[in-house]
């Protein structure tokens, strides 16, 4: 029974978000003037072939540390959804 992880990185609050100031200057132009700050992330779905909820948190957290975050800059997190 496979689960789908849904996967959210951003960046950690204490590195500079260049893309993210980008959009955020782009809104303040546009006239949206009460949006106080943006801040650009990745958002990835992957599904795993697991029968136990357990073992399928347990590698989506290994393929986020080694692949889909740098632990360094970016924080990530993780939703795991059954599948029927």
């Known amino acids: 029974m496979p689960y789908i992880a849904k996967i ?22 546009l006239g949206y003037s009460t949006v106080e700050s943006a801040r650009i992330g990745k958002y990835i779905e ?27 800059m970016e924080n990530y997190s993780l939703e795991l959804e059954h599948v029927e």
């Open 46 to 72: 992957v599904t795993v072939n697991e029968e136990e909820l357990v073992q399928a948190e347990q590698i989506c957290n290994e393929i986020c540390q080694k692949l889909l975050s740098n632990p360094v």
């Open 8 to 29: 959210k990185v951003t960046l950690r609050q204490s590195i500079l978000d260049v893309q993210g100031k980008a959009v955020d200057h782009a809104l303040k132009n």
